[in-house]
């Protein structure tokens, strides 16, 4: 941060701080995370960056949501409703949308509605790479699945995320980056957990 500052990169700034915000999320510390992600958004409101504000908001409503503190969700919700409307005119931001939109009204036990969401959001991965959100996207939709009572719905798109993983480890070379990747990404060893409790399956 204090080096994107020295430059004084506006964006660059935010862009650090936005990233910081998700390392003490990371760490269990959503307060600090947080605040992280509601300046960022500010900083990037401020200097026309939409992408790293509507993003900044998406990390927002998420740490709301794994927080869960009193009116954490519903200040979630507004967030998320704010991103559908932001994400009109950002074809490509438009997926992060209702996978936010997805996870708070799964949150807030909207189940329904957000396997409305988390079904588009998951369409949508066949348009093109979503950068870090794609476990996080098919995560999003297992549970919505067996939230809403269709176990064979899971499993079947579980097994499609397993398949997808299975490709993106093998990929990975280097032993610590492979250990790093299937450990310490929640969405990621969260859908290796639930792979091997409901399907048997593992990448070992």
Known sequence: ISEARSFRLRLLDASAIHNVGMCYA???????????????????DECGGARLAINA?????QMLTW?????????????????????????GL?????????????????????????????????????????????LCFVEALIASGDQQGADDALRAAFESLRARVAAITEPDHRRSFT????????LLQLAEQRLGLSLS
């Not at 927080?67 to 991103?83: C, F, T, W």
């Open 94 to 138: 438009q997926t992060h949308a209702m996978f936010i939109l997805a996870c708070v009204q799964l949150g807030r036990g909207q189940v329904n509605a957000a396997l409305e969401a988390a079904r588009e959001a998951h369409r949508r991965l066949s348009d093109g790479p979503v950068e870090e959100w794609e476990e996080m996207i098919r």
């Open 26 to 44: 990371r760490l269990g510390s959503y307060d600090r995370g947080i605040r992280a992600q509601q300046d960022a958004a500010c900083i990037a």
């Open 57 to 61: 908001r998406v990390y927002e409503a």
């Open 67 to 91: 927080r869960n503190g009193p009116g954490d969700l519903e200040r979630a919700s507004q967030i998320a409703q704010y991103v559908v409307g932001a994400a009109q005119t950002h074809l």
């Open 183 to 190: 450990t310490r990404n929640h969405a990621v060893a969260q």
